[in-house]
């Protein structure tokens, strides 16, 4: 149910996207940005930069420019990132929040856990719910 809500969003932010396409940000960027279209795929990094052809932006700038209603965030970060990303999505109101496998740690769950928020953790990566392989 989780899952369903998140794919269910028409603004998607992945935080930790990266231009390096053997890495994982820049993965589950490109299959959200394959099954949902570019126009609906924000890569989040704090360096301004094209990423897969879309620019950029920082969280805060994704969080003040889509209404929390309108937006699931895919976070591919360590977990000392990962940790202040759920907190800021969590005061802006954002309650589709998926951590993809190594971005949590005990802190980040505990946040969760404590604060109410019902995150995607601990199981499978979007990658994996999309069918998409990881070599692509």
Known sequence: A??????????????????????????????LAGKFGKERVVPVNPKSQIIEG???????????????SSLSVSIVTPAAVSL????????????????QPGAEDASVLQYAKDNGIKILAGGPCVLVELGVSDHA
């Open 84 to 99: 202040k990303a759920v907190q800021d999505c969590h005061k802006a109101g954002v309650t589709r929040i998926w951590l």
């Open 2 to 31: 989780l899952a369903r809500a998140f794919f269910s969003s028409p603004t998607f932010a992945v935080v930790g996207a990266s231009p390096d396409r053997a890495k994982f940000g820049n993965k589950v960027l490109r299959a």
């Open 54 to 68: 879309v620019q950029s932006q920082t969280l805060e700038e994704v969080l003040a420019s889509v209404p929390a």
